[in-house]
Nanobody
Framework: QVQLVESGGGLVQAGGSLRLSCAAS??????MGWFRQAPGKEREFVAA????????YYADSVKGRFTVSRDNAKNTVYLQMNSLKPEDSAVFHC????????????????????WGQGTQVTVSS
């Protein structure tokens, strides 16, 4: 049974940092991604990483502030978030899927087969 469990969310002031973790169990995946969903908005892509090569891909809105990484031994992916802004507030979900069609395809929800329940990130101004 595949499970993705996120942790590390919380309340932080603008300019602060948080580190999210997503532990995968049941199998390994060739690609992992992070998405976020704010109230009343669509779930949007944040970042993705390939499992073997560690290639990364970011949404323009987080580039330079967020860093995605993985620990193959722990089957865990991380999202280091720095210089947080109030507009980053959302429920962050990790997702797992197959890396088949190139990095840019990982921005689409359809590239992922499994999703975690999410962890809340709130950034106060």
């Amino acid at each position: 049974q595949v499970q993705l469990v996120e942790s590390g969310g919380g309340l932080v002031q603008a300019g602060g940092s948080l580190r999210l973790s997503c532990a995968a169990s049941g199998r390994t995946f060739s690609a992992m991604g992070w998405f976020r969903q704010a109230p009343g908005k669509e779930r949007e892509f944040v970042a993705a990483i390939t499992w073997s090569g560690g290639d990364t891909y970011y949404a323009d809105s987080v580039k330079g502030r967020f860093t995605v990484s993985r620990d193959n031994a722990k089957n865990t992916v991380y999202l280091q978030m720095n210089s947080l802004k109030p507009e980053d507030s959302a429920v962050f979900h990790c997702a797992a899927g197959a890396y088949l069609y190139g990095l840019q395809r990982l921005r689409y929800r359809s590239s992922y087969d499994y999703w975690g329940q999410g962890t809340q990130v709130t950034v106060s101004s």
